[in-house]
């Protein structure tokens, strides 16, 4: 268990006392004092009004880790946000004070190669809201330069704001294996990303999705969201050519890309074999660090296998489907809650049993 250091969260000045979920151990999250930095010259402070809860977050809630990213110390989680801008620095030119804005929780370093080429969601040195070492957003306020806050047209809501970021990660996966409205598409696992994965696809024109999970109520609620078919699989892997088997008959012609979204062997395999010859098959969810599948096999028949981390240059486009009604996150949002540290609590808890909730949003 670790303590946060009161000294340097000591409020200063005498203004409100910005306030941030700490976790703090193992299940044990506190609300406390949290002490910005000085607002920069091209930053922005926002009052933090919508913010959900990431699988991530819930990995580090029960673990104090996700793979190699470890909490060594007391650390503020969140990163799916969206709020006001209270303090604009003397540079900021795009927003104002008083503008709606979507928060991308990711600062590159915007000097190492692959930043400059563009691919700056690669970067070695990306400081990620909520991810060791770097405190995240569920605070009263928080601190963000100008050019990752997002202006929200006056008819998406700050929940909706607070949603493109794993929105963002489906538009990505979708831009990754160029979906369109040639593309067939099959979708493994119904939980948030997968059902993003699933409204980007659709917006990106695809004809025909189908959604595959051992869940049967997450199967219904992407039937519900618009899935052209859904598939119960099992864990067995045994089960791979008979569940392939099962695809084919669903969609009726040949599945042109395959979106992963769970990360196991048996999805990934799965996914291989029921992939046409020459198409894609996209890796998105990471629930193993390795796998054993039959890349040989997928090989030879000229499977593209791509690989997608978080996000690049979405929000505009995710602000852009959302304003349109191209899309819609707010089915989505299953539960809701309140900046108290009961419902903290409650939420964190909520969010980590899964079951009947896909998305918890707190609303500050």
Not at 81 to 87: N, P, R, S, V
Not at 316 to 340: A, H
Request: with cysteine.
């Amino acid at each position: 268990m670790m303590h946060s250091h009161t000294q340097e969260n000591e409020n200063q000045g005498g203004e409100e006392t910005n306030m941030a979920a700490w976790l703090l151990g193992i299940k044990y999250l506190q609300i406390q004092p949290y002490h910005l930095p000085p607002l920069g010259p091209n930053d922005v402070k926002v009052e933090i009004k919508a913010l959900g809860i990431c699988g991530s977050d819930v990995h580090h809630f029960k673990n104090m880790r996700v793979a190699n990213f470890i909490v060594k110390k007391p650390m503020v989680i969140g990163h799916e946000c969206a709020g006001i801008i209270k303090e604009i620095g003397h540079n900021v030119k795009s927003v104002a004070v008083g503008d709606r804005v979507a928060l991308e929780p990711g600062i590159s370093c915007q000097s190492c190669n692959l930043c400059k080429n563009g691919s700056y969601n690669l970067c070695k040195k990306m400081k990620f809201f909520g991810s060791p070492p770097t405190n995240g957003a569920l605070a009263n306020q928080v601190i963000h330069p100008e050019n990752l806050v997002f202006k929200l047209p006056d008819n998406v809501s700050l929940e909706e704001g607070a949603m493109c970021e794993p929105l963002s990660v489906g538009v990505h996966a979708c831009r990754r294996a160029n979906v369109s409205p040639d593309t067939k598409v099959l979708i493994f696992g119904a939980g948030p990303i997968g059902l993003v994965t699933m409204l980007a696809a659709r917006a990106f024109g695809a004809p025909k999705i189908i959604v595959a999970d051992v869940d049967e109520l997450r199967l219904s609620f992407a039937k519900d969201l618009g899935a052209d078919a859904t598939i119960q699989v099992s864990k067995n892997i045994q089960d791979i050519e008979k569940e392939t088997t099962m695809i084919f008959e669903a969609m009726g012609e040949s599945v042109d890309i395959s979106f992963d979204c769970v990360g196991f062997d048996k999805t990934m395999s799965t996914a291989l074999n029921a992939t046409r010859a020459g198409g894609k098959v996209c890796l998105v969810g990471l629930g193993q660090t390795q796998m054993t599948i039959p890349l040989v096999a997928a090989a030879s028949r000229e499977i593209d296998v791509i690989g997608i981390f978080r996000y690049r240059n979405t929000w505009p486009l995710c602000i852009e489907l959302l304003r349109t009604k191209k899309i819609d996150v707010m089915p989505l949002i299953t539960n809701r809650y309140k900046f108290t540290q009961q419902d903290v609590e409650k939420a964190f808890e909520t969010s980590a049993q899964g079951g009947n909730a896909i998305k918890v949003m707190f609303n500050l």
